[in-house]
């Protein structure tokens, strides 16, 4: 069938009606496709530990669990078992790791699944698996809101699993656990059951900061749906919007007793990832150097180079919402945009597009359009995807 974009537009005044969804073949269709690429990714790992030892003249292969012991997930370990400030330590040390900037959320959650699954790593493997299966259902239900094809919600999740970054949605990251409380809040918010979806947002707010700006974005559809000169009307409907915020406020008042710093977050993100603000065009022209100036070692300047990539798709995605005046899928992007644009250098882009759905409902859109679009994606796709999965499971750098 052949879609053309205005179709991908659903009048916002007109909510989808706020009947519970059926179970049925098509979200079966798509786990299984999900049950496929995890194994995919679970292959790949065990390639690794024997492929890319830590030693070149090992004779033993790592733990089938040490490819997922990389970078952030350490953090999110450090703050499960031991706290923010174990022993009184904190940012006033010299070697501090900066773990504040990390909302505590998924490790809580962490530390939960710790009682029951006694291996750390384990555990938060098991999170994101479960998670992954939430998040893929519910994106798939959003892109059947959007276009009017039955293989819609197979064909976003396809793109969306096979992306470059696919490889965080099975790692003990926040990534498949921020999906699993945002699409489910996006979709209740489609649905106008405004409870349901600052309920989820506040949830997704406590994993990632992110949340925020989902907030934003559903405060938005609750004012292009219900209508301004009717927002009194339903004015308990509009008091839940305040919700998402509660989770941040509490989590910097915690900070504030431990630190006397009501922004502790941020200022161990400038401190720990150089977040701190600059303008844009400053970012990108650092981000450029660090890809393009050979000041960077390979590893990193090729990773740079992704960077901007993904910043260059953050930009058409954006453009692409307003042109179509989907404000507040276009709001969501644009303030993701925003906060990591203004950094001194661009870090952790690739990975976040994983939050953006409305890339994946776009790309599956097109191709609708012209059906060769998804042999050229699967074919640029398919060696990007391996080579971050490695990257990461192999201990570099991979944004």
């Known amino acids: 069938m052949t879609v053309t974009w205005p179709e991908l537009r659903r009048p916002q005044h007109s909510p989808v009606p706020a009947r519970l969804p059926v179970w049925g073949p098509a979200d079966r269709d798509v786990l299984w496709l999900y049950l496929l690429t ?41 703050i499960a078992r031991d706290g923010y400030f174990p022993g009184r330590a904190g940012p006033w040390l010299s070697n501090w790791d900066n773990r504040e900037a990390f909302f505590p959320g998924f490790p809580l959650l962490l530390r939960a699944v710790h009682n029951v699954v006694p ?21 798939a239900r959003i892109a059947r809101l959007h276009l009017p094809d039955t293989h819609a919600g197979r064909r976003t999740v396809l793109f969306f699993l096979l992306s470059p970054c696919a490889i965080f949605l099975a790692a003990g990251y926040t990534e498949a656990l921020f999906l699993a409380l945002a699409l489910p809040a996006w979709l209740a918010a489609r649905r106008g059951n405004w409870p349901l979806a600052a309920t989820l947002t506040a949830l997704a707010t406590a994993v990632r900061v992110s949340g925020l700006f989902l907030a934003v974005a559903v405060a938005v559809q609750f004012v292009v749906t219900v209508g301004p000169q009717h927002t009194f009307r339903h004015w308990r409907a509009l008091l839940w919007q305040a919700l998402p915020a509660v989770p941040a406020v509490l989590y910097s008042w ?16 400038e401190r720990g990832w150089d977040r701190a603000f600059h303008a844009p065009w400053e970012a990108w022209s650092h981000t450029w150097s660090g890809a393009f100036d050979g000041t960077q070692a390979t590893g990193y300047a090729f990773m740079f180079q992704a960077e901007l990539a993904a910043m260059l798709a953050g930009f058409l995605l954006l453009a692409l919402l307003l042109r179509q005046r989907r ?14 644009g203004t950094s001194y ?3 952790s882009v690739p990975r976040a597009t994983l939050l953006w759905w409305p890339l994946w409902i776009a790309l599956a859109a097109w191709s609708l359009r012209r059906p060769r679009f998804t042999t050229l994606y699967l074919c640029l796709a398919a060696p990007l995807t391996t080579v971050f999965a490695l990257t990461y499971l192999t201990g570099r750098w991979t944004g």
């Open 345 to 347: 250098w661009y870090v």
């Open 38 to 78: 995890r194994t995919s990714l679970w292959v790949t790992a065990y390639c690794a530990r024997w492929l890319f030892p830590r030693t070149p003249d090992t004779h033993t292969a790592d733990s089938v669990f040490a490819p997922f012991q990389q970078w952030d997930w350490t953090h999110y370990l450090h």
């Open 327 to 340: 404000w507040p899928e276009a709001v969501y992007i644009g303030l993701n945009l925003w906060a990591l």
């Open 254 to 269: 915690y900070l504030h007793a431990h630190t006397g710093d009501w922004m502790a977050w941020k200022h161990a993100e």
């Open 119 to 139: 291996h750390w790593t384990a555990a938060g493997l098991l999170i994101s698996f479960a998670a992954g299966a939430v998040a893929v259902v519910a994106l």
